[in-house]
């Protein structure tokens, strides 16, 4: 079957990576249904269906999902994050949906960080249901987008900062690799992938060298400034952040080399920092 003949069911589709997911849907020719309460940000085209519906009343998803094949399922940092996974999961399965490629994160030991286990309960619980169909889970490390956090420093300062020391390596994904192996897994014989759980690293970096990119593709230098743990963890809570997720940010240090698998599930090299600093210089101009 082409993805042209799959109806694909999307929950999460209208953020960052969500959206990136669905405009690449499109473009496949996939039918798309986007489960949203805001159907204002789902973009109109033939081939799109809406949904309306939220977490709290899971009608509106029973009713839609019958006839769909498959589903990508992206839910973000929201209380009872990992109930909603499992929810959606089986309400999926049980309309018939053949395979669903989950969002998940990187995958530490439980606890090493509360914000990571909401996804790491949610795997296992899924991967649990009975009967079920096929279930892949995308484990991507840090986001390169984390770095507009703190933006302003460097509009305004021309200075990036973080808790890293200057040549401290740091590994990195692309957004757009991500939406990218989800939607050539959504378009792929299911019997390929199975139950796979793919890690998602496309780069690893140091500060000093972020500084080295954004200068070069703003045409200004950028110097990079290391900030105490404590600054940067209140910096991400002054902006809304709560404490888990704060906590992993300020304070992450895990580092293993990019994932040599990537290029094959990109079906291209990944997407590297300085390339990503380029494409996306005007929003630091």
Do not use: C
Not at 5 to 28: A, P
Not at 43 to 58: H, K, L, N, R
Not at 86 to 109: C, E, F, H, M
């Amino acid at each position: 079957m082409s993805i042209q003949e799959e109806r694909i069911f999307v929950v999460g589709g209208t953020g960052n990576i969500g959206s990136i997911v669905v405009q690449d849907l499109i473009k496949s020719g996939a039918q798309v249904t986007i489960y949203t309460r805001s159907p204002q940000k789902v973009p109109q085209a033939s081939t799109v269906s809406i949904a309306q519906g939220d977490y709290s009343d899971w009608t509106p998803l029973e009713k839609a999902l019958p006839g769909h094949t498959r589903l990508f399922l992206l839910v973000g940092d929201v209380p009872h994050q990992t109930e909603i996974k499992i929810d959606v999961a089986k309400r999926a399965y049980a309309a018939g949906i053949k395979q669903i490629v989950d969002l998940s994160t990187v995958r530490l030991p439980l606890r090493d960080y509360v914000v990571l286990d909401a996804h790491a309960l949610a795997e296992d619980a899924i991967y649990a249901i009975p009967n079920r169909g096929a279930y892949i889970a995308l484990r991507p490390t840090n986001f390169m987008t984390n770095q507009l956090a703190f933006i302003n420093t460097i509009k305004e300062q021309n200075i990036l900062v973080d808790a890293a020391a200057p040549d401290e390596p740091q590994e990195f994904i692309s957004p757009r690799d991500i939406a990218t192996v989800a939607v050539r897994i959504l378009g792929e014989a299911i019997v390929k992938h199975k139950d796979a759980a793919y890690e998602i690293i496309g780069d690893v970096t140091t500060p000093n060298k972020r500084a080295e990119y954004l200068s070069k593709a703003l045409g200004r230098t950028i110097t990079y400034k290391q900030l105490p743990v404590q600054e940067v963890y209140d910096k991400f809570r002054e902006i809304g952040w709560d404490h888990a997720a704060a906590y992993f940010m300020s304070t992450y240090q895990h580092v293993r080399p990019p994932s040599r698998g990537l290029q094959l599930l990109l079906g291209r090299s990944p997407e590297s920092y300085e390339e990503w600093t380029e494409s996306n210089k005007s929003l630091f101009a």
